[in-house]
């Protein structure tokens, strides 16, 4: 038969194919539906929060953070409570990352504050004097791009049936209409910061990276 | 009927990915040398402002690595062997020349477009796949147009029986084909709403635990279709056409490659042990990670095989030197893999340097030097010009054999040593070190592996300089040599 193979491309790419599919058939598919099953009570990211999850991505933090514990005492005595499943239900992509150069960020809501994080990102030394964490002056400046973040929303709402409010719709004067609410969102941030040219930009009506990304870390709980 | 006047074969579209294959190559190592230098010594950071971050250039290092040096390096081979193996030279058809030079430029294009967007940081923050979809798109059409070629000159081939290395060709186009399209399936957006925000942006067709098992599905086996699979190709043709020696065991490749097919697949959800993934999931990549030991020695036992009595090839030859010490990398990789697929192992590696130091035994050890050696030995065939040096070979090849076991050795260590750090307990059970501790403790394998890494990439350029001389201005063949490859 193998022989016969080699002599008939087609058939031998035929073979090949199956072969290699079969595994991911069998063990993506079975479970699909259940694990995207979000926890009782989960609610989807705000678009300020969406926007964080952007800036969180852009500069790539999966690069040394995991958003992942796992079911060690060791674990859970250093970040709280175990993953669940569930609870990555509106999570697209996941970012459990595969390296923690860092230390893991899954709760990091639940015991650092807004404060702490603006420090942190201006110099991690500030806090940290070991870090080998680089600064991320340039958060504080960029702004945050919150019309992407709402689309994203809006998209998952129509594709996904991730529970938004129906308020979120896909034009123009509904995200007019929805961006005081994501600059309100930003001033609850900006409250507990002291950095004078991010509170004036927010007054501006501009949100900088730093204070979506803030309120992405804050949501991790 | 067959002519008996030897062939002569094109090799236009196989000295363009040659070209890129060194240049991507320097790029690539450049960066990794440089990111690994800012782990041991943070200030470096700062070199390039927002752009010149650890966490923003470490996915153009992998990119750069991973779908610019080894791919150039795979269809570099592949439009060299493709032809050799199928007995067919490229110049007899317009059309599958046309193919192969229009799937280098949009390769070089797609190429440096996504490299720009990643700079500027349009990731979909998945490994091995952050490019957002207008990239994945010149991606695929790249794809297709190696598709094309490849399939075209099986078309018209002369030689009716596949070599083993075009059937690892084959798996590498349909492995990645298939796994590409499903993990980076994602809605754009702005076509999802009135045109609202960024046009690159799109969002996953799949959310938390079931994006983690398609990322991983994908992850995993595009190592194997990137890293393994064509490598392997390369090793079958250019073992024994550089020693001219036959292949040990026809069988032994029939098992390696059906078992390889069948079970590397499996073993993806080895990089979710402990995770919300279900536990048979967890098990299963356990397991099959384990049952891959078989065929990966399979054929790296095949081809020290095939230097059996001969190995005497070991010490005159630098390009065999490097091409067994490359499957002897591939041994010693293929069962640490699995190794740390274990779940109590897993517990400790996971989430460390040791995996990092794995992932850089098999890519230096193995790709690498693999591919260097194939492109020493298609130099000679494609200028008809003797290799410009062999001391130089030498010089490198001890260079970078010492850079890589200082890389992997001082990540194993610096692995081991957190893995450890993060559990340990007082005699009260109350953890013994904060985070940070166990950061500060690694400094000195940082400086290590930042070190192998200027070793490394000290020894590509050589690689490079050697290269460039062959092409210009070592001395010309009049006759194509048959086996071990001519050199100064």
């Known amino acids: ?221 | 009927m067959q002519s008996n006047a030897a062939l002569e074969y094109d090799y236009s579209v196989a000295k363009l990915f040659t070209y890129t294959t060194i240049l991507f190559g320097f790029l690539g190592m450049l960066i990794g040398t440089l990111i690994a230098a800012q782990m041991a010594f943070p200030e470096l950071n700062y070199m390039l402002g927002e752009y010149g971050t650890f966490s923003r250039l470490r996915p153009v290092h992998t990119n750069t690595v991973v779908f610019g040096f080894t791919l150039s390096g795979v269809f570099a081979t592949f439009y060299y062997v493709g032809q050799r193996v199928l007995k067919v030279s490229m110049a007899e058809s317009k059309f599958l020349m046309f193919m192969g030079k229009f799937h280098f430029w949009l390769y070089f294009v797609g190429a440096l477009l996504a490299t720009v967007s990643l700079l500027l940081g349009y990731s979909q923050s998945k490994e091995y796949a952050q490019y957002e979809w207008p990239i994945d798109i010149v991606i695929v059409l790249i794809w297709v147009s190696w598709g094309v070629s490849l399939f075209g000159l099986i078309g018209i081939r002369r030689e009716k029986t596949l070599y083993i290395s075009m059937w690892y060709y084959i798996a590498t186009f349909l492995g990645i084909a298939m796994l590409y399209l499903f993990n980076n399936m994602s809605v754009p957006t702005y076509f999802a709403t009135e045109g609202l925000g960024n046009i690159m942006h799109s969002v996953s067709m799949y959310s938390g635990t079931n994006d983690a098992l398609v990322q991983w599905w994908y992850g995993h086996n595009a190592v194997a279709f990137g890293f393994t699979v064509p490598i392997v190709a390369m090793v079958y043709y250019f073992l024994p056409k550089e020693s001219g020696q036959a292949i040990y065991s026809y069988k032994l490749s029939l098992l390696s490659f059906w078992g390889l097919m069948f079970v590397y697949l499996w073993a993806g959800s080895h990089h979710l042990l402990y995770s919300t993934v279900p536990d048979w999931m967890q098990t299963m990549g356990s397991v099959f990670s384990i049952v891959l030991i078989l065929p990966s020695w399979g054929s790296a036992i095949n081809m020290l095989l095939t230097m059996k009595g001969e190995w005497n090839q070991l010490t005159e030859n630098p390009l065999i030197k490097f091409m067994v010490l490359a499957s002897t990398f591939y041994m010693l990789s293929t069962l640490e893999g699995p190794i740390q697929a274990i779940k109590s192992v897993n517990a400790i590696a996971h989430f460390t340097d040791w995996i990092p130091g794995h992932v850089h035994d098999g890519v230096l050890g193995w790709v690498v030097f693999m591919i260097m050696a194939a492109l020493f030995h298609m130099a000679p065939r494609m200028f008809k010009r003797e290799i410009y040096s062999k001391s130089l070979i030498e010089k490198q090849f001890w260079l970078q054999t010492t850079a890589v076991v200082l890389y992997f050795t001082s990540m194993w260590i610096a692995g081991i040593t957190q893995g450890m750090m993060w559990r340990a307990v007082d005699e009260y059970g109350n953890l013994m070190y904060s985070f940070i501790d166990t950061v500060a403790v690694l400094q000195p394998y940082y400086a290590i592996r930042a070190l192998s890494g200027v070793l490394y990439l000290t020894g590509f350029l050589m690689f490079a300089y050697n290269m460039i001389k062959t092409m210009t201005a070592s001395r010309e063949l009049t006759q194509e040599p048959q086996f071990r490859s001519p050199m100064a």
Request: hydrophobic share 40%.
């Open chain 1, 1 to 221: 038969m193998f022989h016969w193979l080699e002599k008939n491309p087609f058939f031998f790419s035929v073979g090949v194919f199956v072969v290699i599919a079969f595994a991911g058939l069998v063990e993506i598919l079975p479970n699909f539906a259940e694990a995207s099953r979000p926890v009782v009570g989960l609610k989807p990211y705000t678009v300020l929060e969406l926007a964080g999850k952007e800036v969180y991505k852009k500069d790539a933090c999966i690069a040394c953070h995991s958003q992942l514990i796992r079911p060690f005492k060791s674990e859970t005595d250093r970040y709280g409570q175990v993953s669940l499943s569930g609870e990555y239900a509106y999570d697209r992509p996941f970012l459990w990352g595969s390296k923690r150069t860092g230390p893991d960020l899954h709760r990091v809501g639940n015991y650092r504050t807004t404060d702490w994080h603006e420090n942190h990102m201006w110099d991690p030394k500030s806090v940290v004097p070991q870090s080998i964490m680089p600064a991320y002056k340039h958060m504080f400046t960029n702004i945050a791009d919150i019309e992407t973040a709402y689309a994203e929303a809006v998209t998952v709402k129509n594709v996904f049936a991730t529970p938004y409010g129906d308020e979120f719709k896909g034009t123009r004067a509904a995200w007019e209409a929805h961006k005081p609410k994501v600059l309100a969102d930003a001033k609850l941030i900006t409250a507990d910061m002291k950095n004078k040219d991010v509170k004036d930009a927010v007054e501006a009506g501009n949100i900088p990276e730093i204070v979506a990304l803030i309120a992405y870390m804050n949501r991790l709980k």
